[in-house]
């Protein structure tokens, strides 16, 4: 079972920007494709982005609008989410996940705690 863990989270003003890092335990990390969801209170968690295993594809979910970018780098078992020009919108708990390439979250069978974000208006 990998582990996941997830930091990088905080408050920021809208239009600013964070790089969420997700660090993953094990030597297979080079294998997974990876995602990274969110959770806003009362809501569902929805998919934001993903990348496959060798970081050659990665695809987002429309509200992104070419504002966040999902890459890795192997040789230190690390995803990453870079997020610009934030909206208060974007507040949630962000996760990122080992699946399937896929949009669903039952796509994806290892999850990390999670890393709040938090942007003010």
């Known amino acids: 079972q990998v582990q996941l863990v997830e930091s990088g989270g905080g408050m920021v003003q809208a239009g600013g920007s964070l790089r969420l890092s997700c660090a993953a335990s094990?030597?297979?990390?080079?294998?997974?494709?990876m995602g990274w969801f969110r959770q806003a209170p009362g809501k569902e968690r929805e998919f934001v982005a993903a990348?496959?295993?060798?970081?050659?594809?990665?695809y987002y979910a429309d509200f992104v609008e070419g504002r966040f970018t999902i890459s890795r780098d192997n040789a230190k078992n690390t995803v990453y989410l870079q997020m610009n020009s934030l909206k208060p919108e974007d507040t949630a708990v962000y996760y990122c996940?080992?699946?399937?390439?896929?949009?669903?979250?039952?796509?994806?069978?290892?999850w990390g705690q999670g890393t709040q974000v938090t942007v003010s208006s």
């Open positions: 996940a080992k699946g399937n390439f896929g949009r669903a979250a039952i796509q994806y069978d290892s």
């Open positions: 094990g030597r297979t990390f080079s294998t997974y494709n």
């Open positions: 990348i496959r295993w060798s970081g050659s594809s990665t």
